[in-house]
């Protein structure tokens, strides 16, 4: 399957994004689907998950209450809906496939086999 992340761009602190997954190659229900995100001088991070069927969703501690993330099987896009963005979350955000990824391991990339190119995200304060 291939990944195209989209739906970055420049928003200042309180703004708000949706980040598109668009998946081509494949049927994107076959996979759980992780957004990670990486900033400048950091490693990159999990940010939020969701299951092949939608019955679970997870999300890092520093996103919950902000971030929504939401899947369209039949469109094959994933989507991360983020609002009163901050600027400790600009970043480079990517979205990635995989399998077998639980409420313990969702943000760990070695559940992850596919990636998208990722679309960058600056908030300014």
């Known amino acids: 399957v291939q990944l195209q992340a989209s739906g970055g761009g420049l928003v200042q602190t309180g703004g708000s994004l949706r980040l598109s997954c668009a998946a081509s190659?494949?049927?994107?229900?076959?996979?759980?689907i992780g957004w990670f995100r990486q900033a400048p001088g950091k490693e990159r991070e999990g940010v939020s998950y969701?299951?092949?069927?939608?019955?679970?969703?997870y999300y890092a501690d520093s996103v919950k209450g902000r971030f929504t993330i939401s899947r369209d099987n039949a469109g094959n896009t994933v989507y991360l809906q983020m609002n009163n963005l901050k600027p400790e979350d600009t970043g480079v955000y990517y979205c990635?496939?995989?399998?077998?990824?639980?409420?313990?391991?969702?943000?760990?990339?070695?559940?992850?086999?596919?990636w998208g190119q990722g679309t960058q995200v600056t908030v300014s304060s």
């Open positions: 190659g494949s049927t994107l229900d076959y996979y759980t």
């Open positions: 969701i299951s092949r069927n939608v019955d679970n969703t």
């Open positions: 990635a496939a995989g399998f077998g990824a639980n409420g313990g391991t969702w943000y760990r990339e070695r559940y992850y086999k596919y």
